[in-house]
């Protein structure tokens, strides 16, 4: 088992960053590929990014690919995700999710095993 906390949410202006961190505390998360999706106010979660274990290979989906920027600590493993020029449509929960079957650029493998609890988005206008 492995519990992923993120954290780095709050509430920003349009146009503004944040920076988002996934994190855990367990030697096996550095062996586990790494995504985050986003869940707004009466839609279905959708996948943001992910990145592979090693940190070396991405994957964005083409509403972010142009402002958010993932990277990964080599020594703990913590993903972060930097979110530049955020719009009101930003908002949302996002959620650190992981998986030992993700290959970037393979949608069909983004069926995570652990998920952490989410940490809350606010682009105001």
């Known amino acids: 088992q492995v519990h992923l906390v993120e954290s780095g949410g709050g509430l920003v202006q349009a146009g503004g960053s944040l920076r988002l961190s996934c994190a855990a505390s367990e030697a096996a998360f550095r062996d586990l590929g790494v995504g985050w999706f986003r869940q707004a106010p009466g839609k279905d979660r959708e996948i943001v990014a992910v990145?592979?274990?090693?940190?070396?290979?991405?994957d964005y989906t083409a509403s972010v690919a142009d402002r958010f920027t993932l990277t990964r600590d080599g020594a703990e493993g913590t993903v972060f995700l930097q979110m530049n020029n955020l719009q009101p449509n930003d908002t949302a929960v996002y959620y650190c999710?992981?998986?030992?079957?993700?290959?970037?650029?393979?949608?069909?493998?983004?069926?995570?095993?652990?998920w952490g609890r989410g940490t809350l988005v606010i682009v105001s206008s």
């Open positions: 999710a992981a998986s030992g079957r993700l290959h970037p650029g393979d949608s069909s493998s983004y069926v995570m095993d652990f």
């Open positions: 990145i592979d274990w090693s940190g070396s290979d991405r």
